[in-house]
């Protein structure tokens, strides 16, 4: 069964320490996958995608997030953390060539400490 | 940025009410989504609506719920008689083309039945 697993709920950090975010997917190829960020009565903002190529992907606001096919993992990371960044992040896969359809994982609440 | 409208930001329903979820996407987008969050559990898509007709729905998405885009600017989702289990979050997306792999959400519905 396709499926999205981010395994922390919930993660605390102080402002300035570097921070990882994980999430495993089970999909029957590889598929597009995406990391999204939900601010506060905001909606969903794209923060980077991977699609083929560098496994190393870049985003928006310093995060950048690695693919790796073994552990069918796309981890985000950050290496500061800014108090903005508190939020709710989640990862997702989506079939390949297509947007359509997303499966979500339940998301990490970050929490920054000053 | 362009941004994906969504009203109201909370609805609250008696339990067997009909009830309009609204949502403008971005003006020059051609694919639609809503997705829900009921709390605390993942994002879940529901349908996609392409060309005036739905291109995927998922097994959410039963014969109480329908969607439409009335006059080419609006885009909704009405359930028909609302269930307890029919609260949650629901996000509105949207999407330029085929092409294009970026999804706009907007910041969504609390919808409470009560």
């Known amino acids: 069964a396709q499926s999205v697993t981010q395994p922390d709920i919930h993660i605390t950090v102080s402002e300035g320490a570097s921070l990882e975010l994980r999430c495993n997917y089970s999909?029957?190829?590889?598929?597009?996958l995406f990391w999204y960020v939900q601010s506060p009565g905001q909606g969903l903002q794209l923060l980077l995608k991977?699609?083929?190529?560098?496994?190393l992907v870049q985003g928006i606001k310093g995060f950048e997030a690695e693919f790796k096919r073994s552990q069918s993992s796309f981890n985000l990371r950050k290496p500061s953390v800014h108090w903005s960044d508190a939020a709710e992040y989640f990862c997702?896969?989506?079939?390949?060539?297509?947007?359509?359809?997303?499966?979500f994982g339940t998301g990490t609440r970050l929490q920054v400490f000053p | 940025e362009p941004e994906v409208t969504q009203t109201p930001s909370h609805q609250v329903t008696q339990m067997g009410q009909e009830v309009i979820l609204r949502c403008v996407p971005i003006?020059?987008?051609?694919?639609f989504y809503w997705y829900r969050q009921i709390l605390g559990q993942k994002v879940e898509f529901l349908v996609s609506?392409?060309?005036?007709?739905?291109?995927?729905k998922s097994e959410i998405f039963d014969d109480q719920f329908s969607v439409e885009r009335p006059d080419g600017s609006n885009f909704t989702l009405k359930i028909r008689s609302t269930k307890l289990e029919d609260s949650a979050m629901y996000f509105c997306?949207?999407?330029?083309?085929?092409?294009?792999?970026?999804?706009?959400f907007g910041s969504g519905t609390q919808l409470s039945v009560l």
């Open positions: 999909y029957g190829a590889t598929p597009y």
């Open positions: 991977y699609f083929s190529g560098d496994t």
């Open positions: 609506f392409y060309n005036n007709e739905i291109s995927e």
């Open positions: 003006s020059n987008h051609l694919y």
């Open positions: 997306a949207s999407r330029a083309d085929r092409g294009e792999e970026k999804l706009f």
């Open positions: 997702a896969v989506g079939p390949p060539l297509s947007t359509d359809k997303l499966i």
